[in-house]
C-alpha cells in the first residue's frame, strides 16, 4: 500500500528563520514522484518543488529545498529565510511514476511568526 | 484567468438531495481528478478522467457519487442522496500529459459542501 506520513501536525518558525518539514512515504515502487504543496488558508493549493526518485540530487527552488533519502522513504522539505507568506499547510505527496493517483499526506500547518 | 476553476465555491443542502459540482480545469490539461478533503486532513483520490474517459475510481466513491467529462473539457460531480458524512472541499485538479509540466498536478479553490 502507497501511504504517505507527515509527523507534525504544526510547527511554528520566526521569520527569517529556517524550518524543516518532515515527510516519510511507504512505497514498493522503484521510479515515482514527490512532491510538497502548499495551501494557504482559503486559498488553491499550488505546487512548491518536485522530485524525481531517480534522481540523487536534491531540488532547490529559491528558498525552497528538499533532503531525499530514498532508502529511508524520507522526503523533507526545508524552508530557508522564512517569510509571512509561507504560513500555510503544507502537503507532501506521492505519484508512481506511469500512474496518475496522487497520495497526500494529512499536512503540516506551519506558522511564520513575525 | 487560465487557470482551473470549479463552480460553485460553497453549497450548503440538506441531507437527502442531490448536488452537481462543475470544475473546468485549464484548456490544454486532458487529465482531470477529483479529490475529496476533509478538515485536518490531506486530498484523498477520488477519480481522474484522460480526456472523455474515466481511467480510475477510488473505493471512496461510492454508489452515490458519479462523475463525468463528457467532451473532454469540464467535469461534473454529482452526489445523490447527500449525507452528512459528505461534508467536505471537494477539489478539482488537471494536468497536461506530456511535457515539463505533465507530473505537475494544477489545483482549483474547490467546493466547500456542507450537508445539514
Known amino acids: 500500500a502507497q501511504t504517505v506520513t507527515q509527523s507534525q501536525p504544526e510547527m511554528s518558525v520566526q521569520e527569517a528563520e529556517t524550518v524543516t518539514l518532515s515527510c516519510t512515504y511507504d512505497t514498493s515502487e522503484s521510479d515515482y514522484y514527490l512532491f510538497w504543496y502548499k495551501q494557504p488558508p482559503s486559498r488553491q493549493m499550488i505546487l512548491v518543488i518536485r522530485?524525481?526518485?531517480?534522481?540523487?540530487q536534491n531540488a532547490t527552488e529559491n528558498r525552497f529545498s528538499v533532503n531525499f533519502q530514498k532508502a529511508a522513504k524520507s522526503f523533507s522539505l526545508k524552508i530557508s529565510d522564512s517569510q509571512l507568506g509561507d504560513a500555510a499547510m503544507y502537503f507532501c505527496?506521492?505519484?508512481?511514476?506511469?500512474?496518475?493517483?496522487?497520495?497526500f499526506g494529512s499536512g503540516t500547518k506551519l506558522n511564520v511568526k513575525p | 484567468d487560465t487557470g482551473v476553476s470549479q463552480n460553485p465555491r460553497h453549497k450548503i443542502t440538506k441531507r437527502g438531495q442531490n448536488v452537481t459540482f462543475r470544475c473546468d480545469p485549464i484548456s490544454e490539461h486532458n487529465r482531470l481528478y477529483w479529490y475529496r478533503q476533509t478538515l485536518g486532513q490531506g486530498p484523498e483520490f477520488l477519480t481522474y478522467f484522460q480526456n472523455e474517459a474515466q481511467l480510475e475510481k477510488s473505493r471512496l466513491l461510492s454508489d452515490r457519487f458519479s462523475a463525468e467529462r463528457p467532451k473532454g473539457s469540464f467535469s461534473t460531480l454529482e452526489i445523490q442522496r447527500t449525507e452528512q458524512g459528505d461534508s467536505a472541499m471537494y477539489l478539482c485538479a488537471s494536468s497536461a500529459e506530456r511535457g515539463a509540466l505533465s507530473n505537475e498536478q494544477f489545483f482549483g479553490p474547490g467546493t466547500r459542501l456542507t450537508v445539514l
Open positions: 505527496a506521492y505519484r508512481v511514476y506511469n500512474f496518475n493517483k496522487f497520495y
Open positions: 522530485q524525481e526518485a531517480y534522481k540523487q
